[in-house]
């Protein structure tokens, strides 16, 4: 089930987390940012000030920073929602906001970036609105990766916590991933890289580049369309492809004895 945070509960927690700011002018290089951001970025190594502020993030992050202003400056003043995207930096999942600043005559003068490191919002054992005063804090510099108990997806400007346990698969989508879970398909701003690392092996398998399946919603493993497939829990059912170095392992992981995907076999 999606997590139980109500308005008033939300707000609640994201009182307890410090916000992340960082000052960009009309060309996005980094001008200023407050004390969190200092701790949390990797600003010694990478030394943004009056450098882009893509300079503080791996290709695939750069990627979608370079997106989330792209989308910030298409907004008119009079209808600015900030722009909102998850990145992993890589042991912290950080909540970023970016809104566009402009000048009385609407002309873009810079940006503003916002964020929160939500990763103890996500993690198995992290933050709920019954232990916000006591979970312990990130640790500094990145604490080995934990397993992710919830994904979060963005809509609408709106990020939403889904528990792993109603996810079915995922698919990739260069660097994003769209999810299916048991309310229909949602977006995740995290590569299926960056998913496969925090999901749980032991239920979450990648079972082709573009595809990671949770064991527990598969029914059916057999051939369709000449290909080994898996049918996944849902209506209309989907099916997902298995790469044929996969087809092993999978059937390991299943109990499906070899040469069973030659039919289909109900699970």
């Known amino acids: 089930m999606s997590t139980p945070l109500g308005p008033a509960s939300a707000l609640y927690l994201f009182e307890k987390f410090e916000v992340g700011v960082v000052h960009l002018d009309a060309q996005r290089k980094v001008l200023a940012m407050n004390d969190f951001a200092r701790r949390v970025l990797p600003v010694g190594e990478k030394r943004p000030f009056e ?27 009079a209808a600015a929602t900030p722009m909102t995207m998850i990145i992993n930096i890589p042991e912290q999942v950080l909540l970023i906001k ?10 873009t003068t810079g940006f503003v970036l916002v964020f929160y490191d939500v990763t103890q919002l996500v993690v198995q054992g992290g933050v709920t609105p019954a232990n916000a005063d006591t979970a ?72 082709h580049r573009c595809f990671i399946v949770n064991l527990d919603a598969v029914l059916e493993l057999g051939r369709r369309d000449g290909k080994v497939q898996l049918r996944m829990r849902g209506e209309p059912p989907a099916w997902v492809p298995v790469s044929r170095a996969e087809v092993a392992r999978l059937r390991s992981l299943l109990g499906v004895q070899r040469g069973a995907a030659s039919a289909p076999q109900t699970l």
């Open 51 to 77: 450098n882009l502020v893509t300079s503080f993030h791996p290709p695939r992050s750069a990627a979608k920073v370079s997106f989330l202003l792209d989308q910030a400056s298409a907004c008119p003043v």
């Open 98 to 107: 970016v809104t566009r600043l402009a000048g009385e005559d609407t002309s």
């Open 136 to 207: 312990p804090a990130p640790a500094p510099g990145g604490a080995q990766k934990r397993r992710l108990a919830r994904l979060p997806l963005v809509a609408n400007h709106k990020v939403t916590f889904v528990d792993t346990s109603q996810v079915l698969f995922l698919e990739s989508q260069a660097h994003y991933t769209r999810v299916l879970t048991d309310g229909g398909f949602q977006f995740c701003n995290l590569s299926i890289g960056d998913l496969e690392a925090r999901l749980d092996p032991q239920r979450f398998v990648r079972v």
